[in-house]
């Protein structure tokens, strides 16, 4: 016995030299002696047999195993490695037998769980592949560990055999539930545990792991990092921005160039509308990810949201040249022009974003680009090319009140079609009855059907609901009192007008209704 074990000791001392020379053949070959030298010796005949399964040497882990794994006082992890050795050589029927024999005597052995699954699918006995998780499941005091790998064997089943979707979630996610229960898990299992969650549906679950995993002391700095982010992931999925925030602003606390927690902090800060914010943090995105295409889109906005359009345009030039033109390149152009009031510039952008659309059957082409299209038209005075968009944006959207309200109203203004003019607006007005603009809208279409009593009472209503003062507001107003002959009040209203902005056409107003006084 003695001497079997010196023999053992001295093959294995050989075996380890030659690892340490990089001499694999060699070592394995020394490995190889020392369990046949000693072959009742488990732990040696686990770990050495082990190798020659890295080492693809199956034949000789098969007659190292054979004597020895199935023997009653062998252990389930013998058993279980024969059981992998015989699914490797392609013997399902003995490895099935084997693995058996390795979760009689080891029942929370997860290898043999494993090696029995595969088994029985490799067999094309779908059946006995998911008993041999339920019975796994119906097992109790099992580990965390054991019961988070078990949860990703069923997902991987799901895969397969999509029709037992249903059902097999709801395991995954009683399974995942028992597990959550064990306090503290390893940081990797722990990990796992969220994500499972994560994709099962369960974001409550799924952030409380997050959570209690960016709480521990025991995570390593190379892993905190991906649980901030996996936190603040589970978060925004939730809506809660705010604690999202706070988990991508540690992140970039210690990582300044962490691209990933600068974009979704850009993009947090987009949704709160907070444009100068985004920007700065989109920035940074593309300082340490020039190749992340949608943080050029997304800088855009914020930078047109800032009023910085000549910003954006040099952002989507940027963006032009490493990308083919696009839906998104084009309208975002076109609205940076529109805002620098390079109305004609604009529209030639937004005719080529159309085109792009149109060939590519992008869905984008929808209302909200068909009002905008039409706004910047009329606004560069082509009045019947913007009549034509609006009305494609209310055949898309009917109850779009600003498009019905700025159709009607531009109507309104060309003194054409005031029955249908007004009719948008009532319509406008029901949706939103509080909405100064509207209101002054419909004051403005009454004046121009020559009923300046109605109209007047809209204009008053505008004007009290109007939160900042309005110069277009009081020169309508204005107009309206002097169409009633209250000149002293459209006066007034017109002062009041030029007070908030200067303008030549009210100005002359003024001094038409002053003049006769002066005399």
Same mark, same amino acid.
């Given at each position: 016995?003695?001497?079997?074990?010196?023999?053992?000791? $001295?093959?294995? =001392?050989?075996?380890? /030299?030659?690892?340490?020379?990089?001499?694999?053949?060699?070592?394995?070959?020394?490995?190889?002696?020392?369990?046949?030298?000693?072959?009742?010796?488990?732990?040696?005949?686990?770990?050495?047999?082990?190798? #020659?399964?890295?080492?693809?040497?199956?034949?000789?882990?098969?007659?190292?195993?054979?004597?020895?794994?199935?023997?009653?006082?062998?252990?389930? /992890?013998?058993?279980?490695?024969?059981?992998?050795?015989?699914?490797?050589?392609?013997?399902?029927?003995?490895?099935?037998?084997?693995?058996?024999?390795?979760?009689?005597?080891?029942?929370?052995?997860?290898?043999?769980?494993?090696? #029995?699954?595969?088994?029985?699918?490799? !067999?094309?006995?779908?059946?006995?592949?998911?008993? $041999?998780?339920?019975?796994?499941?119906?097992?109790?005091?099992?580990?965390?560990?054991?019961?988070?790998?078990?949860?990703?064997?069923?997902?991987?089943?799901?895969?397969?055999?999509?029709?037992?979707?249903?059902?097999?979630?709801?395991?995954?996610?009683?399974?995942?539930?028992?597990? $959550?229960?064990?306090?503290?898990?390893?940081?990797?299992?722990?990990?796992?545990?969220?994500?499972?969650?994560?994709?099962?549906?369960?974001?409550? =679950?799924?952030?409380?792991?997050?959570?209690?995993? /960016?709480?521990?002391?025991?995570?390593?700095?190379?892993?905190?990092?991906?649980?901030?982010?996996?936190?603040?992931?589970?978060?925004?999925?939730?809506?809660?921005?705010?604690?999202?925030?706070?988990?991508?602003?540690?992140?970039?606390?210690?990582?300044?160039?962490?691209? !990933?927690?600068?974009?979704?902090?850009?993009?947090?800060?987009?949704?709160?509308?907070?444009?100068?914010?985004?920007?700065?943090?989109?920035?940074?995105?593309?300082?340490?990810?020039?190749?992340?295409?949608?943080?050029?889109?997304?800088?855009?906005?914020?930078?047109? =949201?800032?009023?910085?359009?000549?910003?954006?345009?040099?952002?989507?030039?940027?963006?032009?040249?490493?990308?083919?033109?696009?839906?998104?390149?084009?309208?975002?152009?076109?609205?940076?022009?529109?805002?620098?009031?390079?109305?004609?510039?604009?529209?030639?952008?937004? !005719?080529?974003?159309?085109? /792009?659309?149109?060939? !590519?059957?992008? %869905?984008?082409? =929808?209302?909200?680009?068909?009002?905008?299209?039409?706004?910047?038209?009329?606004?560069?005075?082509?009045?019947?090319?913007?009549?034509?968009?609006?009305?494609?944006?209310?055949?898309?959207?009917?109850?779009?009140?600003?498009?019905?309200?700025?159709?009607?109203?531009?109507?309104?203004?060309?003194? &054409?079609?005031?029955?249908?003019?007004? +009719?948008?607006?009532?319509?406008?007005?029901?949706?939103?009855?509080?909405?100064?603009?509207?209101?002054?809208?419909?004051?403005?279409?009454?004046?121009?059907?020559?009923?300046?009593?109605?109209?007047?009472?809209?204009?008053? %209503?505008?004007?009290?609901?109007?939160?900042?003062? +309005?110069?277009?507001?009081?020169?309508?107003?204005?107009? &309206?009192?002097?169409?009633?002959?209250?000149?002293?009040?459209?006066?007034?209203?017109?002062?009041?007008?030029?007070?908030?902005?200067?303008?030549?056409?009210? %100005?002359?107003?003024?001094?038409?209704?002053? $003049?006769?006084?002066?005399?």
């Amino acid at each position: 016995m003695l001497h079997q074990r010196a023999k053992a000791l $001295a093959h294995y =001392g050989a075996g380890v /030299v030659h690892e340490f020379g990089e001499e694999s053949k060699e070592s394995l070959e020394e490995f190889y002696q020392a369990a046949k030298a000693d072959p009742d010796n488990e732990d040696l005949l686990i770990e050495v047999t082990g190798r #020659l399964v890295e080492g693809r040497q199956l034949n000789r882990a098969l007659e190292l195993l054979e004597p020895k794994a199935l023997r009653e006082e062998a252990s389930g /992890v013998l058993a279980a490695r024969l059981g992998f050795v015989y699914s490797q050589l392609g013997r399902s029927t003995n490895a099935i037998a084997a693995n058996l024999v390795a979760l009689r005597k080891q029942p929370r052995s997860l290898q043999a769980t494993q090696n #029995l699954y595969v088994n029985y699918l490799q !067999t094309h006995q779908p059946e006995a592949a998911l008993k $041999a998780l339920d019975d796994a499941a119906a097992l109790a005091d099992a580990s965390p560990e054991f019961l988070i790998s078990l949860a990703e064997l069923y997902s991987n089943y799901e895969l397969q055999f999509p029709a037992w979707r249903e059902s097999l979630r709801a395991k995954q996610l009683d399974i995942l539930h028992r597990a $959550a229960k064990s306090s503290p898990l390893a940081p990797q299992a722990q990990m796992k545990l969220g994500d499972g969650l994560n994709l099962l549906g369960d974001k409550d =679950g799924a952030r409380a792991a997050f959570l209690e995993l /960016v709480k521990s002391q025991r995570v390593p700095p190379s892993l905190m990092a991906l649980a901030r982010t996996k936190l603040a992931d589970a978060m925004l999925r939730s809506n809660d921005r705010a604690g999202a925030a706070e988990q991508l602003k540690e992140i970039v606390k210690e990582d300044p160039s962490n691209a !990933t927690a600068n974009f979704f902090l850009g993009q947090i800060a987009l949704e709160k509308q907070e444009w100068a914010e985004a920007a700065e943090y989109l920035k940074k995105v593309l300082v340490f990810n020039p190749q992340l295409e949608q943080a050029y889109y997304d800088l855009a906005r914020a930078q047109i =949201g800032a009023k910085d359009n000549a910003g954006a345009i040099e952002t989507l030039e940027a963006a032009r040249g490493k990308y083919s033109s696009n839906f998104v390149i084009e309208f975002l152009t076109g609205t940076a022009h529109n805002g620098m009031k390079n109305f004609a510039e604009a529209i030639r952008h937004f !005719t080529r974003a159309e085109i /792009v659309a149109g060939a !590519t059957n992008d %869905k984008r082409l =929808g209302s909200g680009f068909y009002f905008q299209f039409g706004a910047t038209l009329e606004r560069n005075g082509n009045r019947d090319e913007a009549e034509k968009y609006f009305e494609k944006c209310l055949a898309l959207a009917p109850g779009d009140a600003e498009a019905m309200n700025y159709l009607g109203y531009m109507w309104a203004e060309q003194g &054409i079609k005031l029955d249908q003019a007004r +009719d948008l607006i009532e319509r406008a007005l029901k949706t939103e009855p509080d909405n100064e603009a509207f209101l002054d809208s419909m004051g403005w279409v009454l004046f121009k059907l020559n009923q300046p009593e109605p109209a007047l009472e809209y204009l008053l %209503k505008a004007v009290a609901k109007s939160e900042q003062p +309005d110069a277009t507001l009081y020169d309508h107003l204005g107009d &309206i009192h002097a169409a009633l002959k209250q000149i002293e009040k459209a006066q007034e209203a017109w002062t009041k007008s030029l007070g908030i902005e200067t303008n030549d056409v009210v %100005k002359k107003k003024l001094e038409g209704v002053a $003049a006769p006084s002066t005399k």
